[in-house]
Nanobody, 124 residues
Framework: QVQLVESGGGLVQAGGSLRLSCAAS????????MGWFRQAPGKEREFVAA????????DYVDSVKGRFTISNDNAKNTVYLQMNSLKPEDTAVYYC?????????????????WGQGTQVTVSS
């Protein structure tokens, strides 16, 4: 059984910052990739960032490169998404998910377990 719980969302003005957290219940193998996705109203869920928990390598969608940072704390079973220089187009529900073993993926179908999501709203 795997349970993921996101937190840290909220309302922020453009240019501001938020830090999202994803807490996993019980032990989680460090071989699994962890990812963040987001979904805006009327749009499909899109990839944002992923981290290989074994190597530490990361991957980001082009629109957030240089602004967002994904990180992992294995001791706390927690994955973070630091979001800086937020833009109104970043407004969405953000989801944490557990992905493949030993590799990163941008494909949401490769992610088996998902959290309930946390709302991020960026005002202009």
């Amino acid at each position: 059984q795997v349970q993921l719980v996101e937190s840290g969302g909220g309302l922020v003005q453009a240019g501001g910052s938020l830090r999202l957290s994803c807490a996993a219940s019980g032990p989680t193998l460090s071989l699994y990739t962890m990812g963040w996705f987001r979904q805006a109203p009327g749009k499909e869920r899109e990839f944002v960032a992923a981290i290989s928990r074994s190597s530490g390598n990361t991957d980001y969608v082009d629109s957030v490169k240089g602004r967002f940072t994904i990180s992992n704390d294995n001791a706390k079973n927690t994955v973070y998404l630091q979001m800086n220089s937020l833009k109104p187009e970043d407004t969405a529900v953000y989801y944490c998910a557990r992905g493949p073993i030993g590799r990163r993926s941008r494909n949401r179908l490769d992610y088996r377990y998902w959290g309930q999501g946390t709302q991020v709203t960026v005002s202009s």
